[in-house]
C-alpha cells in the first residue's frame, strides 16, 4: 500500500454565513486551526468495487492521523479529513449526509458540540455516524446512542475493530437507486412490558394490511429468543429470523424469500425459532434485514416484543411509524413514561401509543391521569375482550379475519397507514394446537 500523501484544501462549504449558536462558537474558538477548517484529501491506493466515502472530522491531528491509519489497514483508503468541526450545525451536516457514507466524529475535543453534530448527521440514518474516544464511560456511551452514533471506536485504535464497523457500514449503505426495487413502509411495534400486547397487535396489523391485493406484507419476529409470532398465526416455520441475521452478509431478496413462511391471509412471515436458543444479535445484520425487507415489501412490520437493546438500530431509529402498545395499569403506564422520555423525545420516529385491553371505566386511572403518565395523547384504544383473544390463542386464527371490536380497531390502524380500507374475508378454517 502506498504511503499517504495530504494536501490542504479550504472547504468552502465549511464557511458558513449563517448565525452562530454559542456552543458553536465556543467550539470553533476552541479547537479548529484557523478561522476556516480544512479539508485534508487523503490520497492512496482505490478500493476495489464501489467503496465506501469516508469522512473524518477532528480536530486533533495526531488522533485524526490514527484513524485515517486504521482505516488504511482495514483496505478503506481515499477518506477525507476534516481539521476541525463545522463552525454551525446548518447546512453542512446535510452535505456530509448525501456525501459519505461513513462519517467518523472525534468526540474528546468538545463532547457537548461533536454530540450535536452527530445528531444532525444522523437524522435520517442514511449515514453511518461513529465517534472515537478514549473513554468508554457508560453514560457517555448512553449519550452517543441518543445521539445517534451506530459505532463506538475506542482509541487508541484497533485495525479489526475498525474493520468490523466499516463492514457493517457497507451493509447499511442503501442499494443504488438503479438496483433497488421499493422503499417500504417500516413499521415497529414494541410493548412497555411483558405481556401488553405487542405481539397480538403486529400479527393482527400485518394480516389487516396483507388482506388488501396491492399489499404485499412481511411480519419480522424481533423478539428473540422466545417470539411467538408463528404461534399466534398457527404457522411451522422451517427457518426463522435468527438464519436470516446469521447469513447477513450473503442476504438478498431471493435469499430472505426462501426463509419466510406464509400464512393462509396472504401475510409473509420471518418467525422466531421453535426452540429455544440463546441469541444476542448485533446491530448491522439487524440493519441489513431490514433493509433487504423494505426493498421486497410494501409493508415490513416488526414485533420488537419489549427489547431496547433494538433502539439504536434502524428497527427503531428507521421506522415510519413506532406503536407503543401499554396499558391502563400502573406498571405499564411507568414504563411508558420511562421510554418516551428516554427514546422520544427529540428527532425521533413518529411515535403512536395504543392502550390495550381498554376499558372506558377502569377503577382508579382516569383519561387524565393516562394522559399526565404518557405526556401526551394516545392515538388508540384497543377493547378488552378476552373472549376473543383467548380464541385466537387456542385456535390460531388471527381476529381480524372475524369481526369484533378489537378486529374494527386494528382495521382503523391499518386504514390510517394505507389509506384504504381493510374489510375482513370470510372464516378461514380454524388451525387447532391440541
Known amino acids: 500500500m502506498s504511503s499517504l500523501q495530504q494536501t490542504r484544501y479550504e472547504f468552502t462549504a465549511w464557511s458558513s454565513d449563517a448565525p452562530q449558536s454559542a456552543s458553536a462558537a465556543r467550539s470553533t474558538n476552541k479547537v479548529a486551526t484557523n478561522a476556516s477548517p480544512y479539508l485534508i484529501n487523503a490520497h492512496a491506493e482505490p478500493s476495489e468495487g464501489n467503496p465506501l466515502a469516508i469522512a473524518v472530522i477532528g480536530p486533533d491531528e495526531e488522533r485524526r492521523s490514527a484513524a485515517l491509519k486504521a482505516l488504511a489497514f482495514s483496505g478503506r483508503s481515499g477518506a477525507r479529513e476534516f481539521s476541525g468541526y463545522p463552525p454551525a450545525l446548518t447546512d453542512v451536516p446535510k ?12 468526540l474528546d475535543s468538545d463532547p457537548d458540540y461533536a454530540l450535536e453534530l452527530v445528531k444532525s448527521i444522523g437524522a435520517n440514518g442514511r449515514a453511518t455516524v461513529m465517534v472515537y474516544s478514549s473513554s468508554a464511560h457508560p453514560e457517555l456511551l448512553v449519550r452517543c446512542m441518543q445521539a445517534g452514533a451506530r459505532e463506538f471506536l475506542r482509541y487508541p485504535f484497533s485495525v479489526d475493530e475498525m474493520t468490523g464497523a466499516m463492514t457493517r457500514a457497507e451493509a447499511r449503505r442503501p442499494m443504488a437507486a438503479s438496483e433497488a426495487k421499493r422503499t417500504g413502509k417500516l413499521l415497529a411495534v414494541m410493548g412497555a412490558k411483558g405481556g401488553a400486547g405487542a405481539t397480538m397487535l403486529a400479527c393482527n396489523l400485518a394480516v389487516a394490511l396483507a388482506q388488501q391485493s396491492d399489499q404485499k406484507t412481511v411480519l419480522i419476529d424481533l423478539d428473540l429468543p422466545l417470539g411467538d409470532a408463528a404461534l399466534n398465526l398457527g404457522v411451522s416455520a422451517e427457518f426463522s429470523t435468527m438464519d436470516a441475521l446469521e447469513a447477513a452478509e450473503r442476504l438478498d431478496g431471493q435469499f430472505l424469500s426462501k426463509l419466510l413462511a406464509r400464512h393462509s391471509s396472504g401475510v409473509f412471515l420471518l418467525a422466531a425459532p421453535g426452540t429455544f436458543v440463546p441469541y444476542h444479535a448485533e446491530d448491522w445484520p439487524i440493519e441489513r434485514l431490514i433493509e433487504v425487507a423494505r426493498q421486497e415489501f410494501d409493508n415490513v412490520v416488526l414485533d420488537m416484543g419489549s427489547k431496547l437493546d433494538l433502539m439504536n438500530t434502524t428497527a427503531y431509529r428507521g421506522a415510519d411509524t413506532v406503536y407503543l402498545v401499554t396499558q391502563a395499569s400502573i406498571p405499564e403506564l411507568r414504563n411508558s413514561n420511562r421510554l418516551i422520555n428516554q427514546f422520544f423525545a427529540g428527532p425521533t420516529p413518529k411515535l403512536e401509543i395504543v392502550i390495550n385491553r381498554y376499558e372506558s371505566r377502569m377503577l ?51 386504514h390510517e397507514i394505507t389509506g384504504v380500507e381493510a374489510t375482513a374475508p370470510a372464516k378461514k378454517k380454524n388451525f387447532w394446537l391440541f
Not at 365 to 389: C, F, G, M
Not at 394 to 405: M, R, W, Y
Open 95 to 106: 452535505m456530509l449526509e448525501e456525501k459519505y457514507d461513513a462519517v467518523v466524529v472525534d
Open 364 to 414: 382508579g386511572v382516569s383519561e387524565e391521569h393516562i394522559t399526565k403518565a404518557l405526556t401526551r395523547q394516545a392515538q388508540w384504544r384497543i377493547p378488552n375482550d378476552y373472549a376473543a383473544v383467548r380464541k385466537m390463542q387456542i385456535e390460531a386464527t388471527p381476529l381480524v379475519l372475524e369481526d369484533s371490536p378489537i378486529a374494527r380497531q386494528v382495521r382503523k390502524i391499518a
